[in-house]
């Protein structure tokens, strides 16, 4: 029976399986540092592989400093991506451009390993933050969401050179995949199962052009890919630690994400599917 289990992930998504630990990235909203430095402890525990500090949850965020930071960034033995969306609306909030600049400046000062940019930010302010980030030794994930949809294939290959372009160091990504300084991040909402079909698609042509990436959907009917796109060569997956912690629509527990990476059976799918 476990045999057949295995062979259905294999036949049915055509990639790498993947040996634990899994690559996944608990994204942690920061209420408080306090509270996000024990969930990202708890996160740690529970085999995540990457902490992603969300700071626009932070009330103070124009006033955070990096020294407090850099407390968040010290807190965890794995590798912390340090970031903030300049509109979420579930909070109601709305940053300036250059303000969410200012402070993407500040959180390379504490020396995480990544720094995340929205890639809808201008060329120069991406430029500069890639040059300050390198020379500090920070990696830069450049970000695209789109909170509504999926575009077909043509269409996501287009916007992956489009981005690409904008953000120049991504071309020579693959210089040293095994240090990466630079990832492609492009998350998409799925709204039929299909759309899973087409992320993974796209997955496997990033992987052939050797660039670091990743790309999977949102939405409950995005599962799919959330799941399995590390078998197709994304680097990196996101999961929540527990139900009320969520940062984006489709997210599952980091538990949940391993069960159901192991059942990886016909029923699994269907439920995934959300069939
Ligand atoms: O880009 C991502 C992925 C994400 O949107 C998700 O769907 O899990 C959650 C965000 O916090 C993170 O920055």
Request: net charge positive.
């Amino acid at each position: 029976m476990r045999e057949i289990k295995i062979v259905w992930v294999t036949l049915t998504l055509g990639g790498n399986k993947i040996n634990n630990p899994l690559p996944i990235c608990v994204a942690i909203p920061v209420f408080s540092i306090l509270k996000a430095k024990l969930n990202a402890k708890i996160a740690v525990k529970r085999n995540a592989q990457y902490i992603e500090f969300r700071l626009d949850y932070y009330k103070k965020i124009t006033e955070i400093n990096s020294s407090k930071l850099s407390k968040l960034v010290k807190s965890v033995p794995v590798p912390v991506i340090l970031t903030l969306k300049e509109v979420n609306e579930e909070i109601q909030l709305k940053i300036p451009e250059q303000k969410t600049i200012e402070l993407i400046k500040k959180c390379i000062e504490a020396k995480p390993s990544f720094v995340d940019i929205e890639t809808h930010n201008t060329k120069d302010n991406l430029k500069l933050i890639y040059s300050i980030a390198i020379k500090n030794g920070v990696g830069v994930i450049f970000s695209y969401h789109d909170f509504k949809s999926t575009p077909n294939e043509q269409d996501l290959m287009k916007m992956v050179s489009k981005i690409v372009k904008k953000c120049p160091s991504l071309e020579n990504s693959s210089l040293n995949k095994s240090i990466p300084r630079s990832i492609l991040k492009m998350v998409f909402f799925a709204q039929t199962f299909q759309d899973n079909k087409t992320i993974l698609n796209i997955c496997n042509k990033l992987d052939d052009l050797n660039i670091n990436f990743i790309c999977f959907n949102m939405g409950k009917k995005g599962l799919f890919s959330r799941i399995f796109s590390i078998t197709k060569g994304a680097i990196i997956s996101y999961a929540k630690l527990e139900e009320t912690l969520h940062t984006a629509p489709g997210q599952i527990s980091i538990k949940r994400f391993y069960y159901l990476y192991k059942k990886g059976e016909q029923s699994a799918s269907k439920e995934i599917a959300g069939f």
